[in-house]
T-cell receptor, first 116, second 115 residues
């Protein structure tokens, strides 16, 4: 089954304790992206990746890191989480970010993160 | 910079009736994609419908259709014969064809279906 998976689905942590949210897709997609969703703000892009070893900042990258060592995986790293990073996080992928190519994004199930 | 605006934070519709969710956007580009995504209580993000700007014909997917007005930069979603399972948050989104990066989302419209 074609899908985007995220782990964990729910996480409660404390300020300053490093954490990683994993994202994996099995569709051989080149483009992957992380979003956070907050009430009244919709979805805002954190980071995206056009392909392996290529990553770029989105609208709200502060406090986050990503890596793209393999095509299928795009982990989101919070080196020192803070309460303002409490949010619902979505990973998404699409076939390509290239111009003119089919680019409908497929979303993972979301990760609810609470930072105390 | 491109922006997407959904001016209706919440809407309600009677079951089996028709409802229209509005979306406007701002861009200087001529070719792009527009999307409607549905987010039910499960929090999944599900693609509802997609429109390419250069196509004049409005996209349709079963009970879902769009009214795409390119000159007015408007992209409304019409849901016919509303069902209880349509209750969700709906997001309008824009993606450039000329820039290989992000999709821009509106803030969403929460749709309630009244039995």
């Amino acid at each position: 089954e074609a899908q985007v998976t995220q782990n964990p689905r729910y996480l409660i942590t404390v300020t300053g304790k490093k954490l990683t949210v994993t994202c994996s897709q099995n569709m051989n997609h080149e483009y992957m992206s992380w979003y956070r969703q907050d009430p009244g703000l919709g979805l805002r892009q954190i980071y995206y990746s056009m392909n392996v070893e290529v990553t770029d900042k989105g609208d709200v990258p502060e406090g986050y890191k990503v890596s793209r060592k393999e095509k299928r995986n795009f982990p989101l790293i919070l080196e020192s989480p803070s309460p303002n990073q409490t949010s619902l996080y979505f990973c998404a992928s699409s076939h390509s970010g290239r111009v003119g190519v089919q680019d409908t994004q497929y979303f993972g199930p979301g990760t609810r993160l609470t930072v105390l | 910079a491109q922006t997407v605006t959904q001016s209706q934070p919440e809407m309600s519709v009677q079951e089996a009736e028709t409802v229209t969710l509005s979306c406007t956007y701002d861009t200087s580009e001529s070719d792009y994609y527009l999307f409607w995504y549905k987010q039910p209580p499960s929090r999944q993000m599900i693609l509802v419908i997609r429109q390419e700007a250069y196509k004049q014909q409005n996209a349709t997917e079963n009970r879902f259709s769009v009214n795409f007005q390119k000159a007015a930069k408007s992209f409304s979603l019409k849901i016919s014969d509303s069902q209880l399972g349509d209750a969700a948050m709906y997001f309008c989104a824009y993606r450039s064809k000329n820039r290989d990066d992000k999709i821009i989302f509106g803030k969403g419209t929460r749709l309630h279906i009244l039995p």
